[in-house]
Structures are given as structure tokens and as C-alpha cells.
């Protein structure tokens, strides 16, 4: 059983950094496409960042040019360095393995972590 691990979250003020980090996504690296969605309580879980197989990328409009998600060279770690934070970017980050394209949008079908919290804040 595939289990994912997120971590790198924590309080920072409007206009910080973070880079957070999602590990155990090996087994299917090079097979899907792997992302990273985030959710604040009470709401559906939301796109933040997709890692195709051919190593393109897409973005939410709410974080293009101020995220960019990466892989580890050993390819069993995802990253998504988040830069210059709003507040409307605090919620628990999650990553998933398995990514796909379904009516125009996309879409996670695979394993879900235990998400990392982000607050931004002054």
C-alpha cells in the first residue's frame, strides 16, 4: 500500500516563503502525472500544482508565478517551493500520485498523505 508524506508547512508572514515536500511517490513517478491540491476546512479540495510525465507543468491561476513544483533527482520526492505567501494561500497542502485530465480540468485519483499545514499570517 502506496503511503505519501507531506511535510514543510508552518506559519509565515504575508510575502514569506515555504517549500514543502511530499515523499514516497516513486512507486508511479514515471508513469503519472503527480500534483499537489490544498483545502481549507469546511471546503472541496483545490488544484495547486500538477508534474507531468514528459516534465511540463501546470498551475492554478491563484499561485502561477509565485509556485513552482519540482522533482527530486531520486524521483520518489515532490517539492512546491511557494513564494511571496497570502493569507488566502493558508490551508493543509496535499500531494497525490496519480493526476489526470477529466472534463477540462485536473483531477486526482490516486493516494492522498496526511497533508501539511500552511498559515500565512501576521
Known amino acids: 500500500q502506496v503511503r505519501l508524506v507531506e511535510s514543510g508547512g508552518g506559519l509565515v508572514q504575508p510575502g514569506g516563503s515555504l517549500k514543502l515536500s511530499c515523499a514516497g511517490i516513486g512507486i508511479r513517478w514515471s508513469r503519472t502525472a503527480v500534483g499537489w491540491y490544498r483545502q481549507v476546512p469546511g471546503n472541496q479540495r483545490e488544484f495547486v500544482a500538477v508534474?507531468?510525465?514528459?516534465?511540463?507543468?501546470d498551475y492554478a491561476d491563484s499561485v502561477k508565478g509565485r509556485f513552482t513544483i519540482s522533482r527530486g533527482n531520486a524521483g520518489n520526492t515532490l517539492y512546491l517551493e511557494m513564494n511571496n505567501l497570502k493569507p488566502t494561500d493558508t490551508a493543509v497542502y496535499y500531494c497525490n500520485d496519480n493526476f489526470r485530465r477529466y472534463e477540462g480540468a485536473w483531477r486526482a485519483f490516486g493516494s492522498w498523505g496526511q497533508g501539511t499545514q500552511v498559515t500565512v499570517s501576521s
Open positions: 508534474l507531468t510525465t514528459d516534465g511540463t507543468t
